[in-house]
């Protein structure tokens, strides 16, 4: 499958813009940011925050106001001197779609400008195969794209793919016919989706979507530097520094997943066999398997709400040994990067995930820290959803984020 991102320069930036009239995009760019993250603002806010002068904020306001991207809110009464007009962005001044492809369930949906999701279908399935899952997407997405308003649909920057770096290979970790998702090996899925939107169609790896999600509409809003980790059918990892999310050369950073979780054990008296990695410990896959074990056919409905005392007791036995695991990854990562928190999601109901994250917070007093700082462990804000919509808010970042250069170009 063709799934290679092509990743553009990370750069630092300021939270000030300049007067000059060769840096407006990136002034237009720095008040949508600030609209984004704070919700509304009146041009004194957002001139103070920027440094930019009155005449400039009113200029750019105005801009933003004429091209839809913006709504006035009433004039707001009472203070020291001319009631102020607060600013919000508008919903439907852009939008973008998302199609998150998983290994149990294919999401479609709709993003306003400002992240509140419009529209949205789920659709579930024992395995991603390739011919199954393309047919929906080629039957649901023009459906979807067609009942949206006229208005919206001359609004639509692009589409958003957030997947798994690969899919095929992973039979026997999701229990499935060896070969079964061989299909994927030849997809060029951009290409498919972006046939049928007709608009620009990026791409990105589903955990660094979800990260992208936590950043910008959860947690990461107030922490600059934080290390994400979304535990799923397969535990996967993102980063985020200086308020930027890394995604590194060949769209591999922060895959820890990988992370062995021991040393290699040279005794006389050893099998010889690697050492296992996080992937293997701390997946859902690990859990899924405990509950088929026990009895449960279908371990899925757990993950959507349906939690029996069983697998309740069953999914507890395995967040304790996946908790030591994790705490390990956490240990060994905060060794290396300096970072404010550390992040944990999970495609799982958030009494469960909780669970989770208390039990690996239990798990970090049994590794030696000494001389490391240990970043704050935090649950997300958002758990289930978050690939999607990092997925559907891909075509918004790409042409509204600070970078000089987007995240990603189509490929």
Not at 104 to 109: A, I, P, T, V, Y
Not at 342 to 356: C, F, K, N
Request: hydrophobic letters at 40%; charged letters at 20%; aromatic letters at 6%.
């Amino acid at each position: 499958m063709k799934t290679q991102s092509s990743i553009g320069d990370h750069r630092s930036h300021s939270s000030h813009g300049g007067n000059q009239v060769s840096i407006g995009q990136y002034n237009e760019r720095l008040v949508i940011s600030l609209l984004r993250r704070h919700g509304w603002l009146t041009k004194a806010d957002l001139a103070r925050m920027t440094g930019l002068s009155a005449q400039t904020m009113t200029v750019i306001v105005k801009r933003l106001l004429e091209g839809g991207l913006l709504l006035s809110g009433d004039k707001v009464r009472g203070r020291v001197g001319q009631p102020s007009t607060p600013f919000k962005l508008n919903p439907e001044g852009a939008v973008s779609i998302g199609i998150k492809i998983g290994r149990r369930s294919l999401d479609l949906l709709v993003m306003g400008f400002d992240g509140t999701i419009l529209t949205r279908r789920t659709f579930r399935f024992a395995l991603p195969d390739a011919i199954e899952t393309r047919t929906l997407i080629n039957t649901h997405l023009p459906e979807l794209l067609a009942s949206l308003p006229v208005e919206q649909q001359s609004r639509i920057l692009g589409a958003g793919i957030a997947m798994p770096r690969t899919l095929a290979g992973w039979e026997d970790e999701l229990n499935l016919p060896a070969g079964s998702l061989s299909g994927w090996n030849d997809v060029d899925i951009t290409a498919d989706v972006e046939s049928l939107v007709k608009a620009p169609t990026y791409l990105l790896h589903d955990v660094s979507a979800a990260c992208l999600a936590e950043l910008c509409f959860g947690l990461g809003r107030s922490i600059q530097n934080f290390l994400y980790l979304y535990v799923g059918s397969f535990v996967g990892g993102g980063l985020v520094l200086s308020n930027q999310l890394q995604t590194g050369a060949r769209g591999s950073m922060a895959a820890i997943g990988s992370l062995p979780t021991s040393l290699k054990d040279r005794s006389p008296a050893s099998s010889g066999a690697m050492p296992a990695q996080l992937i293997e410990r701390a997946s859902l896959t690990g859990f899924e398997a405990l509950a088929r074990a026990a009895g449960r056919d279908d371990p899925h409905s757990f993950y959507y709400g349906e939690q029996d005392e069983q697998t309740q007791a069953l999914f507890s036995r395995w967040a304790g040994e996946a908790a030591d695991s994790l705490a390990f990854a956490i240990a060994a990562t905060s060794s290396l990067l300096d970072l404010d928190a550390v992040i944990l999601a999970a495609g799982l109901p958030d009494d469960r995930t909780a669970e989770l994250v208390s039990l690996t917070a239990t798990a970090l007093d049994g590794y030696n820290t000494k001389g490391v700082h240990l970043p704050e462990l935090r649950q997300a804000k958002i758990g289930i959803t978050a690939r999607a919509m990092g997925g559907a808010f891909l075509p918004i970042y790409a042409n509204f984020s600070l970078e000089r250069d987007a995240l990603l170009i189509n490929v």
